[in-house]
């Protein structure tokens, strides 16, 4: 089946720094790529939709300036979180959907983040 | 009222058994409803789509209810491997895609 990766799988940051996570689409080309959040004992939070070469959409409540998508290809989409807070500690999660199947997403094994 | 309501569990139940669970889903318009698993600190897998017609692979047996806005999932002769978290989920009609998921139910398969 169709892989998607991330990196880094884990990440222990200090309060006030920037965190990049990549999520790549290894056997095929998404146009589309979704973030995730889950918070422990909750369910999957959608933050954004990336699509390639365009801006991201956000979700109600997910902020555009604190969360950064870049999704300048077909294989590769980034999230970074800016200036992160212990409340960003959280299991961020990417999946992407092929270009030529678009009723199914891939997901990625998820990024685990930690501020201190 | 969440979009999607399961019960949490956790579901404690003997190898060999039969366990069911229920969701909920309060867009009338959803076009789309899967079930995923979810292992302890892993991604969301596709465990199979739902059908109204109903489903079933191997010992797992999904059902849509679309009158009652119900989607069930059974596994019988329960495994150990099947400890996990259910996640009900669902795409809203003209969502782009937007998938929608339930918190999860625990099931714990003790021998």
């Known amino acids: 089946g169709a892989v998607v990766s991330q990196h880094p799988s884990w990440v222990i940051c200090k309060s006030g720094t920037s965190v990049k996570i990549e999520c790549r689409s290894l056997d095929f080309q998404a146009t589309t790529m979704f973030w995730y959040r889950q918070f422990p004992k909750q369910s999957l939070m959608l933050m954004a939709t990336s699509n390639e070469g365009s801006k991201a959409t956000y979700e109600q409540g997910v902020e555009k300036d604190k969360f950064l998508i870049n999704h300048a290809s077909l294989t590769l989409s980034t999230l970074t979180v800016t200036s992160a807070h212990p409340e960003d500690s959280s299991f961020y999660i990417c999946s992407a959907m092929s270009s030529t199947t678009t009723d199914t997403q891939y997901f990625g094994p998820g990024t685990r983040l930690t501020v201190l | 009222r969440k979009e999607v309501e399961q019960d949490p569990g956790p579901f404690n139940v003997?190898?060999?058994?039969?366990?069911?669970?229920?969701?909920?889903?309060?867009?009338?318009?959803?076009?789309?409803?899967?079930?995923?698993?979810?292992?302890?600190?892993?991604?969301?897998?596709?465990?199979?789509?739902?059908?109204?017609?109903?489903?079933?692979?191997?010992?797992?047996?999904?059902?849509?209810?679309?009158?009652?806005?119900?989607?069930?999932?059974?596994?019988?002769?329960?495994?150990?491997?099947?400890?996990?978290?259910?996640?009900?989920?669902?795409?809203?009609?003209?969502?782009?895609?937007?998938?929608?998921?339930?918190?999860?139910?625990?099931?714990?398969v003790h021998p």
Do not use: H
């Open chain 2, 14 to 108: 003997p190898e060999g058994a039969t366990v069911a669970f229920n969701c909920t889903y309060s867009n009338s318009a959803s076009q789309s409803f899967f079930w995923y698993r979810q292992d302890c600190r892993k991604e969301p897998k596709l465990l199979m789509s739902v059908y109204s017609s109903g489903n079933e692979d191997g010992r797992f047996t999904a059902q849509l209810n679309r009158a009652s806005q119900y989607i069930s999932l059974l596994i019988r002769d329960s495994k150990l491997s099947d400890s996990a978290t259910y996640l009900c989920v669902v795409l809203p009609s003209g969502g782009y895609n937007k998938l929608i998921f339930g918190a999860g139910t625990r099931l714990a």
